[in-house]
Nanobody, 123 residues
Framework: VQLQASGGGSVQAGGSLRLSCAASGVTGAMAWFRQAPGKERDFVAA????????WYEDSVKGRFTISGDNAKKTVYLQMNSLKPEDTALYYC????????????????????WGQGTQVTVSS
C-alpha cells in the first residue's frame, strides 16, 4: 500500500487547512502523526474503517476532525483554529490490519507511512 499525502501549507493563527491522504489499497485504519523540529513524532488523529471510529490527541480535540471516504480510500484531516504550536511535518500512516481502539495512537500499529506534508502556522 502506498500513501499520498497532500494539503499542507502556511496559514496565520486561527486559520484552517485540510490534509488528505489517499491509499492505493485497502487498509484497516489510517492516522496522522506530526513531527516538529527537534521533537519526536507524535500522534494527532486516527480513523478506523468499518466502525468509522476516530481517536484524537488531547490538544487537537475540538479543533481537528478526521474523516474517511471509503470509495476513495482517503482520509481527511480538517484542521481549524490552528495555533503556532501545530507547526510540524505531518505524516500519514496506514495499518493493514484493524487495530483495537486503544492501539490507534501507537505508531507501532501502522505498517505504511507516507511522505510528510508541512504545516506552518504563524502568529
Amino acid at each position: 500500500v502506498q500513501l499520498q499525502a497532500s494539503g499542507g501549507g502556511s496559514v496565520q493563527a486561527g486559520g484552517s487547512l485540510r490534509l488528505s491522504c489517499a491509499a492505493s489499497g485497502v487498509t484497516g485504519a489510517m492516522a496522522w502523526f506530526r513531527q516538529a523540529p527537534g521533537k519526536e513524532r507524535d500522534f494527532v488523529a486516527a480513523f478506523r474503517w468499518g466502525g468509522r471510529n476516530t481517536w484524537y490527541e488531547d490538544s487537537v480535540k475540538g479543533r481537528f476532525t478526521i474523516s474517511g471516504d471509503n470509495a476513495k480510500k482517503t482520509v481527511y484531516l480538517q484542521m481549524n483554529s490552528l495555533k503556532p504550536e501545530d507547526t510540524a511535518l505531518y505524516y500519514c500512516a496506514a495499518a493493514i490490519s484493524r487495530p483495537i481502539l486503544s492501539a490507534l495512537p501507537d505508531p507501532r500499529s501502522y505498517t505504511h507511512w507516507g511522505q510528510g506534508t508541512q504545516v506552518t502556522v504563524s502568529s
